[in-house]
């Protein structure tokens, strides 16, 4: 039994026992590192991803996890260290060893339909363990498979594609590449896919390393004081996506000044609001540090810029930080301004010097794991909607869910069939309530002053 929307959802899912997936032909056989970038500790992990598809009528006799494993198979002669392990080096440099072992794959039926699954998809999924099934001992980060698929045939005709990666391996629009080219190929248009590019020396560290900026993102913070009994690891966390479209982007807007209306991101508005929100839900004390820090694909923006391909780690995450009384007690320009000023602070020396100080203070540095920090990613612009296996673009396709601090917008219809941005959040309970109580006060709140305006 699972639960959607609030709507309970029981079905059944039959799935195939688990395989490897190996290269179709022979790879080398040699050994890869990974840069400075992808090998910090905070990336030590897997992360799920989910694509639902709808029934394609000249695709009618084919199972699709049939036609994307034979895909997948001739996809990894080229992406041959997926097919591979990860190892350490010397000071736990990480190492992958392209044995072409492979990747684990699923084929799965489910007696459900997509229509059951609700109008509008959105994360988190509460029915995703059915969907990707947790093969135990496959979720390491040395010596375990590096992808995990299920691909989940739907009684209606759609499917579902479910992914698990490595952080380390890859970023967003690393998978995308990858997903790419495994529907390429399951389409007959091999010529149609991006050629991989290694190269992860490009984002090494100097030698010797020199942290020449500094790098709020990594900062060692303590935890925060909170009024109430919330503390970390979390307690009794929950997860909520909201909806931000058309009438409620253009409601924010009109909270800045009209200096930033026009000159301001849907992301920046939304990524400060967010903060704001977050921020005074979790009760933290008014002088209280808190930070919100941003994802930020640098592949096009680092000098010389990474070559078309690259599909490792290549993102940066500026920290934007103030205390909770001056996020409460000034307008959301305040918040805005903080956001863009972070944003501009990213230069090409950026990428090198945040290198070097992973190669410095190594398995120490992390993302301040305290309840007032706050990492979002945009993954509205990744188009892993686009991904085309033979059934036509995604209904829905993005991270499956979030987790602890980290949250992640995605670009999808809302229940009335609008196209908006649904973005997940996670916190504990108490926290989650207020958060969307602030959230709607915020709205409506604007609203009542623009109905006000227009009498």
């Not at 079905?11 to 997936?21: G, I, N, S, Y």
Request: net charge neutral; glycine share 6%; with cysteine.
């Amino acid at each position: 039994m699972a639960t959607l929307s609030g709507i309970p959802l029981s079905f059944t899912v039959r799935r195939c026992k688990p395989e490897f997936v190996a290269p179709a032909k022979s790879t080398p056989r040699e050994q890869k590192l990974l840069s400075d970038i992808d090998d910090q500790p905070s990336l030590r992990f897997h992360v799920p991803f989910v694509h639902f598809y709808g029934q394609e009528p000249s695709m009618e006799g084919k199972h699709p996890a049939e036609v994307i494993r034979t895909a997948l198979a001739e996809t990894l002669v080229l992406y041959y260290p997926f097919a591979g392990r990860l190892r350490e080096g010397a000071n736990g440099k990480l190492i992958v060893d392209c044995n072409g072992e492979g990747v684990l794959f699923i084929k799965a039926d489910a007696d459900v339909t997509l229509e059951q699954f609700g109008d509008a998809l959105q994360p988190p999924f509460p029915c995703f363990d059915e969907l990707l099934f947790d093969v135990p001992g496959s979720d390491g980060i040395l010596n375990c498979p590096l992808l995990l698929i299920q691909v989940t045939r739907l009684k209606c005709g759609g499917f579902i594609f479910a992914i698990r990666f490595n952080h380390t391996m890859c970023d967003g629009p690393g998978l995308k590449q990858f997903v790419s080219s495994v529907a390429a190929m399951a389409r007959g248009e091999p010529t149609h896919l991006i050629l991989p590019v290694w190269e992860r020396h490009l984002l090494d560290a100097p030698d010797p390393p020199r942290v020449t900026l500094t790098h709020h993102e990594y900062d060692e913070v303590e935890a925060a004081v909170t009024t109430t009994t919330t503390s970390l690891p979390f307690d009794n966390v929950v997860q909520r996506s909201f909806f931000f479209g058309p009438t409620e982007v253009s409601l924010l807007r009109r909270l800045l000044p009209l200096h930033l209306r026009h000159c301001t991101t849907k992301f920046e508005l939304l990524t400060a609001f967010l903060w704001r929100c977050r921020s005074l839900a979790i009760n933290l004390h008014a002088h209280e540090q808190v930070r919100m820090i941003i994802a930020v694909n640098a592949r096009s923006k680092i000098e010389p810029p990474l070559p078309q391909g690259y599909y490792g780690n290549a993102f940066v995450l500026p920290a934007a930080i103030t205390t909770v009384k001056n996020l409460s007690e000034n307008p959301l320009g305040y918040a805005v301004e903080l956001i863009k000023q972070a944003k501009a602070s990213f230069s090409k020396e950026y990428m090198k010097s945040m290198a070097a100080l992973m190669v410095i203070r190594g398995k120490r540095l992390l993302f301040p794991n305290v309840i007032g920090s706050f990492i979002i990613s945009d993954l509205t612009k990744v188009g892993l909607e686009d991904v085309d296996f033979g059934w036509g673009k995604a209904v829905f396709a993005g991270a499956a869910n979030a987790v602890g601090v980290t949250s992640f917008s995605v670009q999808a219809k809302n229940k009335k069939g609008e196209v908006g941005t649904w973005i997940a959040i996670c916190l504990p309970a108490p926290a989650m309530e207020r958060f969307a109580q602030e959230l709607d006060n915020m709205l409506k709140q604007q609203s009542i002053e623009d109905n006000k305006s227009k009498s």
